[in-house]
């Protein structure tokens, strides 16, 4: 039977972050190019950061050494009040891999708690539906699911919050990248960040 996996990292939480965007889960350490999220040199986050913010889709890669910048990464981050973590605290893998179709989620994170630490957000952004699914499960039944470009909005320990979910930055998610890249740019326009 596989074991339970701890989070192995701290979620970033620059104080003035307006906005919260979870994944899942990290993958596991083999596939890391760096200590930080979406490290993973074939998913395709930060060349979509990197593509919308500075027209460089490998702005944040090293190419040659195929790792990321993570110093770039991190003040970018802090730089356009954004924080960043996973839905889940702990999980099972079933299939040793990435997907999250074999995660289970054993514990969620302490949404009240981590908002808590970052007053300012009013935006929470899930990146694919199993944060999306996970997310929900904080918020009362009358709370909308977010579909891809289109929003919900809840209140939650008396903050209001606007719920947008995007397309999965991992390879395995069947979208070209100028796709991922057309949608997350029209997220960051909608939410005044572009």
Known sequence: ???????????????????????SFP??????KMNFFY???????????????YQDKDYFLDVEHKMFKLSLIK???ITHHIAIYDVAAAVIRHQGNASDKHLEIVQPIDLKHMLELIPSCQTIMTTGDKATESLMT??????????ILK???????DR????YRLPSSSRAYPLA???KVKAYQHFFEEIGML
């Open 75 to 77: 003040d970018f981050l």
């Open 1 to 23: 039977m596989p074991m339970s996996e701890t989070h192995p990292l701290q979620p970033f939480l620059p104080q003035d972050a307006q906005l919260l965007m979870l994944g």
């Open 160 to 163: 209001a919050l606007n719920l």
């Open 138 to 147: 904080h918020f009362t039944a009358s709370t909308m699911k977010p579909s």
């Open 39 to 53: 490290p993973n040199y074939q998913n395709d986050m930060w060349r979509i950061m990197g593509s919308i913010f």
């Open 177 to 179: 990248l100028t796709e």
């Open 151 to 157: 929003s919900s909005q809840t209140i939650f320990h």
């Open 27 to 32: 993958p596991p350490k083999n596939k890391w």
